[in-house]
């Protein structure tokens, strides 16, 4: 998409957007344009809009909500929804014209973010370019905006976005190749290291063998490091759960519960491309994803409960629900990246637990964290971005759900308290570095369309992730 600015509106654009903030309208606002019936009508709430027109030309009037309410998530959330109204218009190029009010720089990331994420479409129709083409902006000019690089990094995030996106969209069969093919070619600057089967094997990475036991694909580690800062020792690595597709194994999900366990690599597809972000924004910083990626299905080969794996850091895990594979995997990747990394600070993000959705709802992730002054950053980037999270505890008494009487852990504690639990889990691994876990489970996937998330995979995460690694390259 590009982006333009002008003084003034141009006719022959295929859309002016006219913003209204709520409250009594004058006709005056717009000068001679003849919008005064459509006006009367329109009482600029939040998200509104109206169609009209002056001349050829095709008007959109678009309610910003009060103004004393105005924040740079309203404006995100309204000019999505001018967007969504644009979309079936087959609109190409918009007009923007920006809104009267003081913050200008703030609430320009917050009308740029809200087009360029809503700009989205992923479709496997076959008539899809036929009969019903999805058309997406090719170009918004900024009217009463003085020309600014201001809104390039935003749209460099937005495309991140994207491509965690289309990686969660996309078929489950097709994830693994497609993540090696994605990451070989991620960006001149990141270096790529991928563990394949055999090396799994010797470096005895045994839980994420476990879980891949039933597929027919081999699994992987891959490494995609981004060294921006060689001068410090500082290290942030992130660890993002990568189950291409979850069956739950021998303890089987039912139907329903498959339905979206494709998503299941949320987390990896997020970590993935916030190294990606980084290197393209040239960010001082140093930053490596860790994805562990396997199938979790069911077979004659599958992992069985009551048998008793040995991890990457010794440790051994009786099986107690092979559908709490989740954590298997990202504990051994944890505990590579603590053994072989270096890193000064971890943060896995995982597609986790049902215990979380039922807790916070599609909107929050949970945060946990054994680490008070690095749980406060992720949680100053929540709330620069907009990501909700809601910070939950580590509360070392649960810890008493995880004991075995023939290995050092169960790999389930029950369903009380689950989300915590799985945390207390990942905990184990981390040993003593800075460690947050993000539970995703809710916001990353989306069962309708919601503000500037068109569809199912939302990407959820990238942005906090991005504006926690900009913060520390400043």
Request: a negative charge; aromatic letters at 8%.
């Given at each position: 998409?590009?982006?333009?600015?002008?003084?003034s509106?141009?006719?022959?654009?295929d859309?002016?957007?006219?913003?209204?903030?709520e409250?009594?309208k004058?006709?005056?606002?717009y000068?001679?344009?003849?919008?005064?019936?459509?006006?009367?009508?329109?009482?600029?709430?939040?998200?509104?809009?109206?169609?009209c027109?002056?001349?050829?030309q095709?008007?959109l009037?678009?309610?910003?909500?009060?103004?004393?309410?105005?924040?740079?998530e309203?404006?995100?959330k309204?000019?999505?929804?001018?967007?969504?109204?644009?979309q079936?218009?087959?609109?190409?190029?918009?007009?923007?014209?920006?809104?009267?009010?003081?913050q200008k720089?703030?609430?320009?990331?917050?009308?740029?973010?809200?087009?360029?994420?809503?700009?989205?479409?992923?479709?496997?129709?076959?008539?899809?370019l036929?009969?019903?083409?999805?058309?997406?902006?090719?170009k918004?000019?900024?009217?009463?905006?003085?020309?600014?690089?201001?809104?390039?990094?935003?749209?460099?995030?937005?495309?991140?976005?994207?491509?965690?996106?289309?990686?969660?969209?996309?078929?489950?069969?097709?994830?693994?190749?497609?993540?090696?093919?994605?990451?070989k070619k991620?960006?001149?600057k990141?270096k790529?290291?991928?563990?394949?089967?055999?090396?799994?094997?010797?470096?005895?990475?045994?839980?994420?063998?476990?879980?891949?036991?039933?597929?027919?694909l081999?699994?992987?580690?891959?490494?995609a490091?981004?060294?921006?800062?060689?001068?410090?020792?500082e290290?942030?690595v992130?660890?993002?759960?990568?189950?291409?597709?979850?069956?739950?194994?021998?303890?089987?999900?039912?139907?329903?519960?498959m339905?979206?366990?494709?998503?299941?690599?949320a987390?990896?597809?997020?970590?993935?491309g916030?190294?990606?972000v980084?290197?393209?924004?040239?960010?001082?910083?140093n930053?490596?994803?860790?994805?562990?990626?396997?199938?979790?299905?069911?077979?004659?080969?599958?992992?069985?409960?009551?048998?008793?794996?040995?991890?990457?850091?010794?440790?051994?895990?009786?099986?107690?629900?092979?559908?709490?594979?989740?954590?298997?995997?990202?504990?051994?990747?944890?505990?590579?990246?603590?053994?072989?990394?270096?890193?000064?600070?971890?943060?896995?993000?995982?597609?986790?637990?049902?215990?979380?959705?039922?807790?916070?709802?599609?909107?929050?992730?949970?945060?946990?964290?054994?680490?008070?002054?690095?749980?406060?950053?992720l949680l100053?980037?929540?709330?620069?971005?907009?990501?909700l999270?809601?910070?939950?505890?580590v509360?070392?008494?649960y810890k008493?759900a995880?004991?075995?009487?023939?290995?050092?852990?169960?790999n389930?504690?029950?369903?009380?308290?689950?989300?915590?639990?799985?945390?207390?889990?990942?905990?184990?691994?981390?040993?003593?570095?800075?460690?947050?876990h993000?539970?995703?489970?809710?916001?990353?996937?989306?069962?309708?369309?919601?503000?500037?998330?068109?569809?199912?995979?939302?990407?959820?995460?990238?942005?906090?992730?991005?504006?926690?690694?900009?913060?520390r390259?400043?």
């Open positions: 998409m590009k982006i333009a600015f002008s003084p509106l141009e006719r022959g654009s859309l002016w957007i006219l913003p209204f903030w409250g009594p004058a006709a005056a606002e000068g001679s344009l003849k919008i005064e019936s459509a006006v009367k009508d329109f009482k600029g709430k939040s998200d509104e809009t109206a169609f027109y002056d001349g050829e095709r008007i009037l678009l309610g910003l909500g009060k103004q004393d309410k105005a924040s740079v309203a404006l995100r309204a000019y999505a929804s001018a967007v969504r109204a644009a079936p218009k087959k609109i190409k190029r918009i007009d923007v014209l920006f809104p009267k009010c003081r720089d703030e609430f320009l990331q917050g009308i740029g973010e809200g087009i360029f994420l809503t700009n989205y479409s992923f479709t496997y129709k076959h008539d899809a036929k009969d019903e083409p999805i058309v997406l902006l090719e918004v000019v900024f009217v009463g905006v003085e020309k600014t690089d201001q809104l390039e990094p935003y749209k460099t995030i937005i495309d991140g976005v994207h491509f965690v996106r289309d990686l969660v969209n996309a078929n489950a069969d097709d994830k693994l190749e497609t993540f090696v093919k994605l990451s991620l960006h001149p990141v790529i290291k991928i563990l394949e089967k055999k090396q799994l094997e010797a470096e005895k990475l045994g839980l994420i063998l476990a879980v891949n036991r039933a597929s027919s081999d699994p992987y580690l891959i490494i490091s981004y060294k921006g800062d060689p001068e410090t020792k290290h942030a992130l660890v993002g759960k990568g189950i291409t597709y979850d069956t739950g194994g021998l303890s089987l999900k039912p139907t329903d519960g339905l979206s366990m494709k998503c299941d690599m987390g990896a597809a997020t970590v993935l916030a190294v990606k980084a290197a393209e924004l040239s960010l001082k910083v930053v490596t994803a860790v994805m562990p990626l396997t199938e979790n299905c069911i077979g004659s080969k599958s992992y069985k409960l009551g048998d008793v794996y040995r991890s990457y850091s010794g440790k051994t895990i009786e099986i107690n629900n092979t559908d709490a594979e989740g954590r298997l995997v990202l504990g051994d990747a944890i505990a590579y990246a603590v053994q072989n990394l270096e890193p000064t600070c971890v943060i896995d993000l995982a597609t986790l637990t049902g215990a979380c959705v039922v807790a916070l709802g599609e909107d929050f992730s949970g945060l946990f964290s054994n680490d008070d002054a690095l749980a406060e950053d100053e980037s929540s709330e620069r971005t907009d990501e999270v809601c910070r939950l505890p509360h070392n008494d008493e995880f004991k075995s009487e023939i290995a050092d852990m169960v389930s504690g029950g369903r009380e308290a689950g989300a915590i639990k799985a945390a207390l889990f990942l905990q184990e691994f981390a040993g003593s570095v800075p460690w947050a993000f539970d995703i489970a809710g916001p990353a996937f989306i069962t309708k369309p919601k503000a500037y998330n068109p569809m199912k995979g939302t990407g959820y995460g990238l942005r906090l992730l991005v504006d926690f690694l900009m913060r390259s400043s």
